[in-house]
């Protein structure tokens, strides 16, 4: 399936959580109250006045949920300015505009907050083409709406959208026993759309049973899993190898990736067609076990096999590719932890082959 609509949520592409919790430290000591932080999952995903409601709630404040929207607002609003992007943001955004994907952001927040947060990214706002808020729909998250209204704009069937997602609630799923999932998640899956879950909060991701997958940061998203145009930046360049990887036996191997002012990383790495996406000639895909905070474009990378994983297969579904690939990873996990192949975690040993290299050269 070929998707052409990229939805996100505003916590997907800013650091938003942390700056609300920041602003609610300081307002609720007006109210000799101490935030610390257990409300934040709750709030996450919310509409602002559903959130006041929590606080209000919780921290058993005499004051209406209105009241305290009314207190919260205009320190959170003066705080916008500091608002950065995530990792993976602008590559992602530039990658999908270069490929013209159509995206739009669909959030719980009002037009007006929206608005004021995008102002500090004006790249960001050009990428969307349409944008919908909580207050013009019906019913805002977990109700599909905000999405449907969203590829409505765009003129784009919602099976054929996924959506970037990171929101948090308590919601009873009919087919599911009552879990704790996002409410975002929610609401794309009713609306039939993909979603792929960017947890807010690290060590979250047994919350997020509802996406399709769960990642640890854009810079890990695969967007060939998903019908759209892969990275470039993800795969090395095969010029000038042309005649020896169509030698090559097309396979999946691990080993040890060195950035240049990084360090080692624990790596997979592809050499094939991979054919679940017709590839029409081979390509050398590393993958490097480590979340990154943020981008490494233009460092120097080298890599070094150790070991064998598997031959390189066709799937019959993005899901059996992706349980497949997650397990590459964990046996490439354990395996780099033996001494066989610990040992070429090495700093001289990556000089040598360097300079045997350039030797060559």
Request: glycine content about 6%; some cysteine.
């Amino acid at each position: 399936m070929c998707h052409e609509l990229q939805l996100h949520r505003q916590n997907t592409i800013s650091m938003t959580d942390g700056l609300v919790s920041e602003v609610l430290k300081v307002n609720l000591v007006k109210h000799k109250k101490r935030w610390d932080g257990r409300e934040v999952q709750k709030i996450i995903g919310r509409t602002p006045i559903e959130a006041a409601a929590v606080i209000v709630e919780d921290y058993e404040l005499p004051l209406s949920k209105e009241d305290l929207l009314s207190e919260f607002s205009p320190m959170l609003s003066d705080q916008w300015c500091k608002l950065k992007a995530l990792p993976g943001v602008y590559r992602l955004f530039k990658h999908l505009r270069g490929n013209g994907v159509k995206m739009a952001l669909a959030s719980n927040s009002p037009r007006a907050n929206i608005e004021t947060k995008l102002s500090y990214h004006p790249t960001l706002k050009e990428s969307f083409a349409a944008i919908v808020a909580g207050d013009e729909v019906k019913s805002g998250k977990p109700s599909p709406d905000i999405y449907l209204e969203a590829a409505k704009k765009l003129s784009i069937d919602p099976s054929k959208c996924i959506v970037i997602e990171d929101s948090l609630s308590p919601l009873l799923i009919t087919t599911m026993l009552l879990l704790h999932v996002r409410p975002g998640i929610c609401a794309a899956k009713a609306a039939e759309m993909e979603v792929v879950a960017v947890p807010s909060l690290p060590n979250q991701s047994h919350l997020y049973t509802a996406a399709d997958e769960v990642i640890n940061s854009l810079l890990d998203l695969r967007p060939e899993m998903w019908g759209l145009p892969p990275f470039e930046d993800s795969k090395l360049s095969v010029e000038g190898h042309a005649a020896v990887l169509s030698e090559h036996p097309a396979v999946v191997y691990f080993g040890w990736a060195k950035l240049s002012t990084r360090g080692f990383y624990k790596m997979v790495m592809s050499i094939g067609w991979n054919p679940y996406f017709n590839n029409t000639g081979k390509t050398i895909e590393p993958w490097l076990l480590h979340k990154f905070d943020e981008d490494f474009h233009g460092e120097d990378l080298h890599l070094v096999i150790v070991g064998y994983i598997r031959p390189e297969a066709n799937f019959p579904s993005l899901e059996s590719l992706i349980a497949k690939i997650q397990e590459g990873g964990i046996i490439a996990e354990k395996a780099l932890e033996l001494p066989l192949y610990a040992k070429y975690k090495d700093e001289d040993y990556f000089k040598g082959i360097t300079l045997d290299r350039e030797n060559h050269l």
